[in-house]
């Protein structure tokens, strides 16, 4: 099309082409410059009026956005993206729309915006017709395929088809809503604290947290605060695939001051505990008691790595690597070993063959192990007594015992046992009563 082709009967978004050798490229079109949909596509344009060129969007405008429909100068009809919702006004000859773009491909959706001055109005945007103002709460809201989105009068709620109350959302984040009797969802978007919005564009897997339907941030397999993987199985229908879909492994994840899974030794993190879904930072509560011990990293992602978390009744514990070796010869005392696959053993005494218990076992024996191995940064130079239940260590609470005995092995044994380590070397231990700790008080015979 030649320039005065364009002039006398194209239209505002027909582009101008420049011809060589077979060779066109893109010359200039007569919007403005903005960012514009044309049919479901989306473009940018750029330039001078007069001179713009427009090329499809890179995917730097994915996601929900307002786009301002409108009657050009030309009287051509254009769909303009309009970021700032402060310039609104509803009611006009202007007329607004949502829609959710990705990857240069727009579909129309249902929302709800704030606009006007200081983002005070609200707007009610259906996908069949235009954004109007909302001033009252908005008892109808906008059904999706699992529940309803609507606007209480000063905030939004999401209720699930069924459910006895709704679920008030937040701006910043994006929520994800199942209702399982028909395995339909709803993807709502609420990133932008102006625009909350039923999501089109969904990727094939969402990770969220279970206790307040919030989408994660990446998509790691029970990765530090994301319980529940959700396989989607036809977007356009909004189902899930039910038995690809599933709840994390119930146990202690450790979580990164970065959201991310630890993957090696010794690393700091805070504990979650997760129990059919409901996952929370351990805080002392019913339930969410602190663990005093070493207990098995769930995560899926980093347990082949570090199988274990060791704690010392805080909510900051650390990761724990196995030490090479089918036995402790070559390990210090607190160090994990694996004689065999998936069996692991502690090492209650160091830099020997017989030294380890095994984790993976219940055993009905107590033992006595220094609070370094707990916490390595503790300086009382005390101990604590600890049991072995066949999934975790952790600290005797129970113990009524004042004084404890203990052989080079660290066992407890009692008076009737008290031959098979009276006769080589044996260890005396006092209990302080209120914190359950130990004081090495006595041996014999002596050491040194």
Do not use: H, W
Not at 89 to 98: C, E, N, P, R, V
Not at 337 to 345: M, W
Not at 406 to 418: E, L, Q, R, W
């Amino acid at each position: 099309m030649s320039r005065i082709d364009n002039f006398c009967s194209g239209s505002s978004f027909d582009s101008l082409y420049n011809c060589e050798g077979g060779l066109c490229k893109l010359k200039e079109s007569y919007v403005e410059a903005g960012t514009y949909i044309v049919g479901t596509d989306l473009y940018v344009c750029t330039g001078e009026t007069g001179s713009v060129v427009c090329t499809k969007d890179d995917g730097s405008n994915n996601g929900i956005n307002v786009f301002k429909k409108y009657t050009d100068d030309n009287g051509d009809t254009l769909v303009q993206l309009t970021a700032n919702l402060t310039t609104v006004s509803l009611g006009g000859a202007d007329k607004y729309q949502i829609f959710d773009c990705k990857s240069a491909m727009c579909t129309r959706t249902s929302g709800y915006i704030k606009y006007g001055s200081d983002n005070s109005s609200t707007g009610k945007c259906a996908s069949d017709t235009d954004c109007a103002d909302q001033a009252a709460a908005d008892a109808t809201g906008f059904t999706g395929n699992a529940g309803t989105l609507t606007f209480t009068g000063s905030g939004f709620t999401y209720t699930v088809t069924g459910a006895t109350g709704p679920s008030t959302l937040t701006s910043g984040n994006d929520y994800f809503f199942v209702y399982d009797t028909n395995s339909k969802y709803d993807y709502l978007s609420f990133k932008n604290a102006n625009i909350v919005a039923i999501a089109k564009n969904v990727g094939t897997e969402v990770y969220i947290t279970s206790s307040t339907n919030v989408v994660g941030n990446d998509a790691e397999n029970c990765n530090s605060n994301t319980y529940y993987k959700y396989v989607i199985a036809d977007a356009d229908a909004g189902t899930i695939n039910k038995t690809s879909s599933a709840q994390c492994p119930n146990g202690y994840y450790l979580k990164a001051t970065d959201d991310s899974a630890l993957a090696n030794a010794a690393e700091a993190g805070t504990i979650y505990k997760c129990v059919d879904q409901s996952c929370k930072a351990l805080d002392g509560s019913t339930g969410y008691e602190f663990v005093y011990g070493i207990v098995p990293n769930a995560d899926a992602i980093n347990k082949a790595t570090v199988p274990y978390i060791v704690c010392a009744g805080t909510t900051t514990c650390k990761t724990v690597a196995v030490t090479a070796g089918s036995d402790c010869s070559s390990a210090t005392q607190g160090q994990i070993i694996s004689p065999s696959g998936g069996v692991y053993a502690l090492c209650v005494v160091g830099s020997s063959a017989t030294g380890g218990v095994t984790i993976t076992t219940s055993n009905e024996s107590n033992y006595i192990l220094p609070m370094t191995v707990f916490n390595s940064a503790d300086t009382s130079g005390k101990y604590v007594m600890v049991s072995f239940d066949g999934t975790n260590v952790t600290k005797d609470v129970s113990n009524t015992n004042k004084y404890n005995y203990t052989g080079a092995d660290n066992k407890i044994y009692s008076k009737k046992d008290n031959s098979r380590i009276c006769a080589e070397k044996v260890y005396e231990y006092t209990k302080d009563e209120a914190q359950f700790e130990y004081t090495l008080t006595d041996e014999k015979p002596k050491s040194g």
